[in-house]
């Protein structure tokens, strides 16, 4: 029987995996420890060696401790900016907002303009054509009449 590759694929997966865990176990199991209490000679440990320590320490508390003020004071800063930056956008936001509102009112408005000088064009039009038609029947009838002696 043929197995698809994505198949071989995931059993050899799966092994590797159950494979890495075991050896894992197996490598934390035989590691020693780094420092073995039982092996210190605590009579060669003075007090000057404890007080010089125990200094030490403190002085690395207190470059923790103002480490972290000064990153709890970048981090307010920072929210301080980011709420600022919120602020700012969101009065961009409605400056944008309003704008496109008169854009749409203005370009509305132009609409309006150019449909009512477009609709008093076609009067004037219509106005025209209905004199020049008046006009040419009148000059028809002129003609007919004194030019051609036509009793009308």
């Known amino acids: 029987m043929e197995t698809r590759p994505s198949l071989k694929l995931f059993i050899l997966g799966n092994v590797a995996f ?29 007090d000057a060696d404890i007080a010089k320590t125990e200094a030490h320490k403190h002085a690395e508390e207190l470059e923790l401790t103002l480490r972290t003020t ?22 961009y936001e409605a400056k944008v907002d309003s704008l496109a ?6 370009y509305k408005a132009k609409l309006d303009a150019e449909k009512s000088v477009a609709e008093k064009n076609a009067a004037i039009l219509r106005r025209d054509i209905l004199i020049a038609g008046l006009g040419l029947a009148i000059g028809a009838y002129l003609f007919l009449k004194f030019y051609l002696h036509l009793p009308i």
């Open 18 to 46: 159950v494979f890495s865990l075991v050896a894992f176990g197996i490598a934390e199991g035989q590691s020693p420890s780094p420092f073995d209490v039982s092996k210190v000679d605590f009579s060669k440990i003075s």
């Open 70 to 91: 000064a990153t709890a004071k970048n981090l307010e800063e920072a929210l301080a900016n980011a709420r600022s930056a919120q602020t700012s956008l969101a009065e």
């Open 101 to 106: 509102i008169e854009n749409a009112q203005n």
